[in-house]
Structure formats: structure tokens, C-alpha cells
């Protein structure tokens, strides 16, 4: 079937190395950003997510950097696995509305063996 | 375990003919959502509902209806479909919404919607 990775920006890096995704968001009064990744042929998945109060946060393998002078979100894969192949995108919202979530388009990480 | 569930996964609808999807969810959510995914595009919410017996406009309602006369369901109907909502369609659900600590939401594996 049709990939919801078609048209995508592509990261493709070697099994073993660091990722690095970039998100710019739009609205400077968001105060709430998710990463999800989304395998292909299944829904979106919460990976990490952090508060504008905060600059940094780390999860299990994945760290999440927010830059708010430049309305800039990264998500950093240490150790990439051929596991980690998916789409990932952020979303933004004011207040963690979950139902005021702006999602992105995603980036199409390919992990090479 | 099954957490969120939509059915069906697939379908295929000539212009004009109404279907109805469904979502379920058996981790007593009050937050449900409708949403679709375009190529090229974020999702986008289409309704949602804040708990049983209430629903309200997302993003993109027009040409959908919902209902959610249980809590564990919502349904997302099509009542004269067009090509325009061909798409891949992803319900969720979520504890909270807002500044808890309870707001991240869990997705279905999708319904993949073609109208002809």
C-alpha cells in the first residue's frame, strides 16, 4: 500500500551511528511538544515528549532538545537500530491540549545494516 | 491488551455512499479523537469527544459526523463520501488533555479509505 513516507525529507544513516531529526514549529505560545514515530502500515507511536520549561529531556535512547529562541525541536537516537526505521514527526500544542496538537509532516529515517 | 482498535483496516467506497467506522478503546479514556493522514501532510483532527454522549469539531470536520454513545467507542461516519476523503483515518485516545501528567495518546493501527 501506499507509504505515508512518500514526499518525505529522508535521514538515512548506518546501523550503530547517532540520529539526529529536526522539527521547526510555528506557534512561539506552544508550551508542549511530542515526538512520534510511526512505522509503516500502523498508527503513531509517543515517544518522548518535553515542556517549554525545560530545554532538554532524556528517554531511553532518545533525547529531545527544545530551542525556543528559534522555535526549534530535535530528537536524538543514539545507537540507531534497524528497529528505529519509521517516520517521525512532532506536534506542538498550547497548553497539552491533545486536542489542539499541530503535527508535522514527519522525517523518513532509514536505517542502513 | 489490546488498547485502541479500529475496524475495519481497509475499504473501498464508491463517491456518494455512506459508511461508518469504529473506533474502540478498552483503557477507560475519556478523551477520543478522529483524525486523518494525507500524504504529504501532519495529521489533522476531524472530532473529537471529551467523554461519553459528547463530541465536538476538530480541524477538518466537514463531510464527517461522529458519535459516542460509549465511552470505550466512537464512531467516525461518512454519510455521501467523495474522493476528497480518501485517506488513511487514525483514531485515539488519551486519560487527560491539558497540562496533566495522564495526556499521551494512543493511536490505532488505522483504516485506510479509498472512495472511487
Known amino acids: 500500500g501506499e507509504s505515508v513516507g512518500l514526499h518525505l525529507p529522508t535521514l538515512s544513516v548506518q546501523e550503530g551511528d547517532n540520529s539526529i531529526i529536526n522539527c521547526a514549529y510555528s506557534?512561539?505560545?506552544?508550551?508542549?511538544f511530542i515526538w512520534y514515530k510511526q512505522e509503516s502500515g500502523k498508527g503513531p507511536q509517543f515517544i518522548i515528549d518535553i515542556r517549554s520549561n525545560m530545554d532538554k529531556r532524556q528517554g531511553q535512547r532518545v533525547t529531545v532538545l527544545l530551542n525556543k529562541t528559534v522555535k526549534h525541536l530535535s530528537l536524538q537516537i543514539a545507537a540507531t537500530q534497524p528497529g528505529d526505521s519509521a517516520v517521525y514527526f512532532c506536534?506542538?500544542?498550547?497548553?497539552?491540549?491533545?486536542?489542539?496538537?499541530?503535527f508535522g509532516t514527519g522525517t523518513l529515517l532509514a536505517v542502513q545494516p | 491488551n489490546a488498547g485502541v482498535t479500529q475496524t475495519p483496516k481497509f475499504r473501498v467506497l464508491k463517491t456518494g455512499q455512506s459508511m461508518t467506522l469504529l473506533c474502540a478503546q478498552d483503557?477507560?479514556?475519556?478523551?477520543m479523537y478522529w483524525y486523518r493522514q494525507d500524504p504529504g501532510m501532519g495529521l489533522r483532527l476531524i472530532h473529537y469527544s471529551v467523554g461519553e454522549g459528547t463530541t465536538a469539531k476538530g480541524e477538518v470536520p466537514d463531510g464527517y459526523n461522529v458519535s459516542r454513545l460509549k465511552k470505550q467507542n466512537f464512531l467516525l461516519g461518512l454519510e455521501s463520501a467523495a474522493p476528497s476523503q480518501t485517506s488513511v483515518y487514525f483514531c485515539a485516545s488519551s486519560y487527560e488533555s491539558g497540562a496533566g501528567s495522564n495526556t499521551e495518546a494512543f493511536f490505532g493501527q488505522g483504516t485506510r479509505l479509498t472512495v472511487v
Open positions: 506557534n512561539s505560545a506552544s508550551d508542549y
Open positions: 506536534a506542538e500544542s498550547q497548553g497539552g491540549a491533545t486536542n489542539k496538537l499541530i
Open positions: 483503557m477507560n479514556h475519556e478523551y
